[in-house]
């Protein structure tokens, strides 16, 4: 369904009935035009006593102007969750010819959103509609087909990168930049299966110690692949205010901790989720230390990015976690770095002739956007650069 017809819009009809044109309503009621066309097209909502005015200069009741239309425009979209349930807000983009739909958890909740479940499109049998995705949902328009297919989505887990994105919605020419926050395993893997047009990424290489390019080799699937610098960071320990327990480097905190736990509780530490790039060097110190360590075993929690580890340190969840640098400043918390990364934007080649890409490139360049990173204590010399390509598996 593209929209709704006149037929559906009663105000128009009790307008015309009365011969009067939009201006003529408006200067009858004391608003714009501009102001009539969005209520009478369904885009907007009159206030009560705007309502109350154009049924007594139409004749009609109130009700009967502006009663919610029964049709709106809809769209099947394939859910990037395989939960999204009735009545929920998600964001949307259009990817290789299909609908995406995002749901607005969690850190996302105050976003805007592009439309609502309707409900679930049930799965066929896989003989007869082997095209057909069990996590398919209707979506209910609350913006139009045309703005939400202009949607660009970046995943990954840099604080920046939502930076990035709203910096570019302020020059918005259509459509928005929504930035999901995620590991750069899932980052990736999302790319492959085309479920993002950007993909955020710093994974070390355990073996050959090379960033990144290993990883979106193997992980982001088929076709031609270019990395983009956003910038350097550090990653290290984020601390409560102070490190009242002198907690000097991760290898420290796999040490077997002497003492009864009467006297000395266990340190809590704020894990990360399979697939984050931290999680790497927490393996590795765990190698490292074998069957001494005693330390990080048992951790309070899982977050799902850098801000949500340093707030749980910051509320006193916990005492510990790994994470960026900037997300340890940005709640005025303790930082001891163990690495230096560069983190990268991996997208398919064929996407740096999109327009709506080029606005990315155009803002990474930008000098605002250079000192804003900069005073976040990001290493900003590489920012904006193509530092790789690669030929995906």
Known sequence: MNGTQSSDRPLRQAREARSLSQADLAAAVGISRQSLLAIESGRAMPRVDVALRIARVLGAAAESLFAPRAERARLIAEGSEPDLAKGERVALTHIDGRWLAYPLRRALCGQAAEGVVRRPVQARSQTRSPSRSPSQVEIELLT??????????????????????????????????????????????????????????????????????????????????????????????????????RISSLAALMRPRRGTTRRRPPVRWIAREPGAGVQRYVEQARGQAGKTAGGVLSPVGVARSHLEVAQAVAMGVADVGLASQDAARALCLDFVPIAEERYDLALPNEALADPRIARVFDTLCSVAFRRELRALGYDIRSTGNRVGEVLAA
């Open 144 to 245: 139009s087909e045309q703005d939400a297919q202009k949607n660009i989505v970046i995943m990954g887990c840099a604080p920046a990168l939502g930076l990035l994105a709203e910096r570019l919605n302020q020059r918005s020419a259509g459509g928005r930049f929504l930035w999901l926050p995620t590991s750069s395993t899932f980052a990736l893997q999302a790319l492959a299966k085309k479920q993002t047009q950007i993909a955020g990424v710093h994974l070390i290489d355990p073996r050959t110690g090379q960033q990144n390019l290993p990883d979106v080799m193997r992980q982001s699937g088929s076709g031609r692949r270019s990395l983009i610098a956003l910038a350097g960071w550090e990653v290290g320990l984020v601390l409560q205010k102070g490190n009242p327990l």
